[in-house]
């Protein structure tokens, strides 16, 4: 089946610094990838779709300038935590479709944690 | 707009119970609703979707538009199924944008 691979899994950063963390679709192709953010014990927030070949959208009141998000091929997504803050901690987890088969089901990254320092 | 509501945040039942979990819906137009599980150290992963009219390791899932539901159900829980659901929808457009509830986390207890 679809498989989607998140890398790192789990990073720690200083305060000012820039992350960046990566989003693959292993067997198959996506034209549109969705970056989520969830809080510990909390629902995952839709953050920004990322398009193959043209900008993102993002949601309301998510900064594009702080999450910067490039989709540069059909397999791969890269979202930057911009001078990331405490504030930025988070498990961030990314999710596509395999258009292939037709069926309207995403498939989910494990995940990547983000601490701040 | 497109909302999700799961009112439980934690439902704890014992084994051979039955369960429900709910889930509210709140969109204009007609949605996709599915289901999502995430058990204890694993990935989010696809538990069963409206359209499919399937039952997925004994649960069932009934869209009533009428009600604007789509509660999530088990005659018999098992301690397995201990986890968190999270109730999704997706609206119309090319998007296929997913928007989740807060997720109910169910306890089977032996």
């Known amino acids: 089946g679809a498989v989607v691979s998140q890398h790192p899994s789990w990073v720690i950063c200083k305060s000012g610094t820039s992350v960046k963390i990566e989003c693959r679709s292993l067997d198959f192709q996506a034209t549109t990838m969705f970056w989520y953010r969830q809080f510990p014990k909390q629902s995952l927030m839709l953050m920004a779709t990322?398009?193959?070949?043209?900008?993102?959208?993002?949601e309301q009141g998510v900064e594009k300038d702080k999450f910067l998000i490039n989709h540069a091929s059909l397999t791969l997504s890269t979202l930057t935590v911009t001078s990331a803050h405490p504030e930025d901690s988070s498990f961030y987890i990314c999710?596509?479709?395999?258009?292939?088969?037709?069926?309207?089901?995403?498939?989910f990254g494990a995940g990547s944690r983000l601490t701040v320092l | 707009a497109q909302r999700v509501t799961q009112p439980e945040k934690l439902l704890s039942v014992f084994k051979g119970a039955p369960v429900e979990l709910k889930c509210n819906y709140s969109y204009s137009g007609s949605p996709e609703l599915f289901w999502y599980v995430q058990y204890s150290r694993q990935r989010l992963q696809l538990l069963l979707r409206?359209?499919s009219r399937e039952s997925i390791k004994g649960f069932t899932a009934d869209l009533n538009k009428g009600e604007t539901s789509f509660h999530l159900k088990k005659p018999f829980a098992q301690e397995e199924d201990s986890a968190m659901y999270y109730c999704a929808l997706r609206g119309g457009g090319a998007t296929n944008k997913l928007i989740f509830g807060t997720g109910t986390l169910l306890a089977v207890q032996p």
């Open positions: 409206h359209i």
């Open positions: 999710s596509a479709r395999d258009l292939a088969t037709g069926a309207n089901v995403l498939t």
């Open positions: 990322s398009n193959e070949g043209s900008k993102a959208t993002y």
